[in-house]
């Protein structure tokens, strides 16, 4: 007599029903996970920032790819198709936003001036004895402090004040202080207003204007999301108060490509110079998890006058910002006799 085959372990009725509640609450996890990545996803493709905890989630989006897949792989294992087809979507969606944000720049005209810009929050003034070494070795043209209080401005202006002569200030204590320095002559302007201090100044760039401006808004932290808003709004108004004049707009902004708000500033004619160069993404914040884990909050914005050939994040210790250096060349329209 043949032996018959032994059934397998879990196979028939009573393995099913088995599995089922399993299958269930991987189904349901799965579920939870989409809704959560849906709000912030659906928030992005309607072009708005929507309400707390979106807004800060829209900082780290990529990162959602990784409960997207976690829910993927929950959906095979609960063996629930219509959510994978939810899942696959969401991966398409992000994978979309993930791209860069905005156009490719090509200066036209002559270039005039090659210049570098440095741009750190230095956390309360601590990482500002640390800042003084990048600049001297750096030697940028122009440089943007944010969170520079009363010990901050002492330390700078004694150590560098021979080779920047120039500078604008708001003399605060605290987040509120900031300082502009400059080896091009400037001539102060009334700057942004905001909760922190925004200075702005235009800068003589070998006979051009240029106007400088930094930018500091309010983080968006639960509870003040409206007023992180009316401040990145008073940096749009300022990038579309002079379409046509040469630009440099550069700060800790507090917000990432993925935040409607950042990008009408950008919509403005504003170029993101690190995306330019070739480093969109490369995280800016949380100091302590950059590279592997982070956000790039600061950036320089530049008009189309300017072309941006390279961008780098240096570590600073005394500060949660990671600063940001970008070699900029600047460009003038060419006269009916070929000059500048």
């Not at 007599?1 to 996890?29: H, Q, S």
Request: with cysteine; hydrophobic share 40%.
């Amino acid at each position: 007599m043949d032996d018959e085959p032994a059934d397998e372990p879990g196979a028939g009725p009573a393995g099913d029903a088995a599995r089922r509640p399993r299958r269930r609450g991987a189904a349901r996890c799965a579920g939870l996970l989409f809704a959560g990545v849906s709000a912030v996803v659906g928030c992005r493709l309607a072009d708005t920032d929507g309400i707390t905890p979106v807004p800060q989630l829209l900082a780290f989006l990529p990162w959602l790819l990784v409960p997207t897949g976690l829910g993927l792989a929950l959906t095979l294992r609960g063996r629930w198709w219509p959510g994978a087809v939810w899942g696959v979507a969401l991966l398409g969606l992000l994978a979309w936003f993930i791209e860069p944000y905005g156009k490719d720049a090509q200066p036209s005209g002559t270039p005039v001036a090659g210049l570098r810009v440095l741009t750190s929050n230095v956390e309360f003034g601590r990482a500002a004895p640390a800042l003084v070494p990048l600049v001297r070795r750096e030697r940028p043209a122009v440089v943007f402090v944010e969170e520079c209080e009363e010990t901050c401005r002492t330390t700078l202006l004694h150590d560098l004040g021979g080779d920047y002569p120039y500078r604008q200030a708001v003399a605060e204590s605290g987040s509120r202080g900031s300082l502009v320095l400059s080896r091009y002559a400037l001539r102060g302007t009334d700057g942004v207003h905001g909760t922190m201090g925004m200075p702005g100044a235009v800068a003589d760039v070998r006979g051009h204007p240029v106007r400088l401006q930094l930018a500091h808004p309010m983080p968006p932290l639960p509870g003040q999301v409206a007023l992180w808003h009316r401040e990145l709004a008073r940096l749009r108004a300022f990038a579309a108060a002079d379409p046509h004049a040469p630009t440099i707009l550069a700060g800790d902004f507090n917000a990432s490509q993925d935040h409607a708000a950042f990008r009408r500033i950008l919509d403005t004619g504003l170029h993101d110079a690190a995306r330019l160069a070739g480093s969109d993404r490369t995280p800016s914040w949380p100091a302590r998890t950059t590279p592997t884990l982070g956000a790039q909050i600061d950036h320089v914005l530049i008009s189309p006058d300017f072309a941006a050939d390279r961008a780098r994040f240096p570590r600073l210790p005394g500060t949660d910002h990671r600063a940001l250096l970008v070699d900029l060349t600047l460009y003038v329209p060419r006269t009916a006799s070929g000059r500048p």
